[in-house]
């Protein structure tokens, strides 16, 4: 019963993202995407991030939500994978050195927290990167000694 009403709710929900989506689209090309001021085009990606940020939402809630019907304890287990992310990514944030841009040629400077930020981001990127390679080679290593 519970699920019904679930899936009910989230059809509403998506039929009207969607209506709003296309109506933002006929918009653009009524008022036209290409405007002096880029009114429209940053309507658009506000949008963008705005339905990015929803299905993120969505992804994370239902994932929560379909662990604790199935495996209450896995909460725990996804709690200390979160703990572990945030802390993973606060390390990065403290070691990143955020230096100024080299070579560029722009009226506005990006700031400190900026740099900082970008430093972050890439590093964090590597980082994850690194341990996605070391994950596939681990991977392998295992199947192949379990298949002897």
């Known amino acids: 019963m519970e699920n019904q009403k679930f899936a009910k709710i989230a059809k509403i929900l998506f039929w009207a993202l969607m209506g709003i989506s296309v109506g933002l689209l006929v918009w653009g090309f009524i008022a036209g995407f290409e405007t002096k ?3 429209m085009t940053d309507v658009l990606l506000y949008w963008a991030y705005i339905m990015l940020g929803i299905a993120i939402g969505f992804v994370i809630c239902l994932g929560i939500y379909a662990q604790a019907i199935t495996n209450p304890k896995g909460l725990i287990k996804l709690g200390i994978v979160v703990v572990g992310a945030v802390v993973l990514v606060g390390i990065v944030y403290l070691i990143s050195p955020g230096n100024p841009a080299v070579g560029l040629n722009s009226p506005k400077l990006p700031t400190p927290g900026e740099l900082k930020l970008t430093d972050t981001i890439l590093n964090l990127a590597y ?3 690194v ?5 596939i080679i681990a991977g392998e290593i295992v199947m192949a000694t379990r298949k002897k």
């Open 131 to 135: 341990l996605a390679i070391l994950a």
């Open 127 to 129: 980082i994850i990167g």
């Open 37 to 39: 001021d880029g009114a």
